[in-house]
């Protein structure tokens, strides 16, 4: 692992702890002009002015990054995205467009079952093929932990599949994959009309087999899917199995999602763009992270989630892209800023915050990532701007142009160019 400087950054912005992010502290970040950063060994070992960091330092004993113009910040957690399955689903996006609904293209067979049919019948080396190169894409919008659920399964062996090509993905890629088991994300046609049966096959069958696979349990929890009572069962098995728990609540309609969210302190609850005033503040009472998919509610063209009485009212929210072939075909991050910003009424520090060490929160993964610290992983992106503040006012551009993962240069856009 190398060792590396970034000296001379017109400004540095991170939000700051090892905990997640409530309420009014979303929107404090430390920010500091003419900024350094050293990173040994994976790690951050100094941060601060250019001038305190490099006194004493011999430069040449590390790889050098000048800064000068730019800004650096941590590295992105997109902490919900479904981003290995196979097949497309461009012609149901298009339908939707001309007004057919998600639920009616879903309850007419299409929807995630096509995908379904198509994740089946791809190869384990075909779905790492298409996987890789969206880890690409995300790298270059300064993604360095991306979480990626299982769900185009249903069944025992393509779930796994599913992980599995995670774990490889994992392996050879910068970016830390954290994996998610999804096999509650629709009801398979050998089990229509039998939803308890299927839950009963993943609690006793399922679950097992992807213990140690992966790190969370996840569900669709949804009118007419999984409603509150299976919800409950299978999350509660897959807790006793030692699984981290998500949930996909309140997206299509107020069922009750957020409350169960709250009950079972799960470590997010995502989606909520119907989520009761009841269901927010118990979630906040719960501490369970509240993670917000814009991308989401714009491709579905239904109301954005209510951010701002979240944080208003003390929550940690964060926000991902649930890149997935369906409901929202794409992992832009400066896309989610836009909207965050512009519809949302997030500050561009609270969206900040939200991409970054709520992200992790979300992952529950912020004692050694989502913030710019002494003792976390170096993983810090350097924008193509004097300031954080043309992350919101610079409309869905991506102003990434260098990627350190873990201390390593993985990614740098000048070098797509003759000329700088
Ligand atoms: O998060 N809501 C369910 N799951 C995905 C959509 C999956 C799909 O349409 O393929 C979501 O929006
Ligand atoms: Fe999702």
Redesign the pocket.
Known sequence: MSNIIIKNATQLATPVGDSKRCGSEMSELLVIEDAALIIEDGKIVKVGKTSDVLNGVDEVNYEVIDATGKTIMPGFVDSHT?FVFGGYRDDEFNKRLMGVSYMEIMNAGG??KS?VKATHEESHDQLMNTGRQRLNSMLSFGVTTVEGKSGYGLDIETELKQLDVMEDLNKEHPIDIVKTYMAA?DIPEEYKGRTSEFVDFIIEKGLDTAVGKAVFCDI?TEKNVFEIEDSRRLLLAAKEKGFKLKM?AD?IVQLGGSELAAELKTVSAD?LLKASDQGIKDMIEAGTVMTLLPS?AFSLKEPYARARFMIDNGAAVALGS?F?????HTNSIPLMIALATIYMKMSVEETITALTLNGAAALDMTSDRGSLEIGKIGDVIILNAPSYKHLSYTIAVNLVEKVIKAGELVYDKTLAFDIN
């Open positions: 479904h929807g995630i995908t994300h669709f996909h997206e989606h989401t649930d997935n072939p369906g409901s929202c």
